[in-house]
């Protein structure tokens, strides 16, 4: 088959999960394209211009495609002027709430306006959350198909042994407010052990730094389902994670990992100080993660839901 996706970038977050798809689905013989859009990024904003220059780039662009897929909000009003016979939309997290607690309620309220409008443009809706599948279902009838987002198992053959670095503390993800990495900072100096800032390394390299951690803490305000945490639970690192969107989706509370409350330093402090000095908790914890990852969330497990997405 041969399909479009169309995100504002593909690394980290939703953009990083439809490459790897495309990568993967490559693999199974499937002609997929990712469509590059040129555009400004301005903090906390959603790239404004990635929609006008989309749309620009989609009148140009005249190919017959089996299927078109959005992996945002935004690029499902690119979606609308590609010519396809299938329109996919992929949503992580609940978009307009995201947006309000960024910005402001009536910012937050366009923002609905837009969910509105990009779920009636598209012929199927997805998403990688339980919750976010309720969620949506609640607050506009709307049915999602949950669609995990895998875990590629053979890429960690890349990553070397390495030795471990005592009471090493792993922070990965975007260095933005709603990732809650200012939380984390604030009680640095009141951990015992060193914290490490992973924000903006290349892939390979910061799973070789989370596998040679101690812990990985996850202090988001809002979240989907971070992917970290699967890399995490497959390499055998515990996770303390806050209890927000879709977390407690994976994480059993001290059985797979921990789960802590949002914007709770405290709670985050005691948690990591014990869980550094527990060597049995941190093995119960992550054999358990290791178990769950690999018999939920592998390519080997999902491989054809996404195949009957496209084709069926």
Not at 192 to 220: H, R
Request: charged share 25%.
């Amino acid at each position: 088959m041969k399909i479009l996706y169309i995100s504002p970038r593909y690394v980290g977050g939703i953009g990083g999960h439809a490459k790897r798809v495309a990568e993967k689905l490559g693999e199974y013989g499937h002609d997929v394209t990712l469509m590059e859009i040129p555009h400004i990024p301005i903090k906390k904003l959603k790239n404004p211009s990635f929609t006008l220059f989309g749309i620009l780039k989609s009148f140009t662009n005249r190919q017959k495609y089996d299927a078109v897929h959005a992996w945002n909000i935004p690029s499902a009003f690119v979606m609308k002027y590609v010519n396809t016979n299938k329109k996919i939309l992929s949503v992580h997290g609940m978009y307009s709430e995201q947006v309000e607690a960024l910005h402001s309620k009536s910012i937050g309220n366009l923002a609905n306006k837009a969910e509105i409008k990009a779920f009636k443009l598209s012929d199927k809706l997805t998403t990688d959350s339980k919750n976010v599948q309720k969620n949506y279902n609640k607050k506009m009838n709307t049915n999602f198909l949950y669609l995990p987002a895998p875990l590629d198992t053979k890429k960690f053959t890349k990553i070397p042994k390495l030795k471990k670095n005592k009471n090493q503390i792993i922070y990965i993800g975007r260095d933005s407010f709603e990732k809650g990495i200012d939380i984390l900072k604030n009680i640095e100096s009141k951990l015992d052990g060193k914290v490490i800032y992973c924000t903006n390394s290349p892939w390979e390299e910061t799973m070789a730094i989370l596998k040679s951690s101690t812990i990985l803490v996850v202090p988001s305000r809002m979240e989907s389902i971070p992917q970290v945490i699967k890399e995490a639970f497959y390499l055998k690192i515990p996770v303390i994670a806050t209890s927000v969107g879709g977390v407690p989706e994976i994480i059993e509370n001290r059985k797979n990992g921990i789960l802590i409350s949002p914007e709770n330093p405290n709670e985050m402090i005691q948690e990591i100080n014990d869980l550094l000095v527990n060597p049995q908790l941190i093995d119960d914890l992550t054999k358990n993660a290791f178990d769950f990852i690999t018999r939920n969330f592998t390519w080997d497990v999902l491989i054809e839901k996404y195949i009957e997405l496209y084709e069926k």
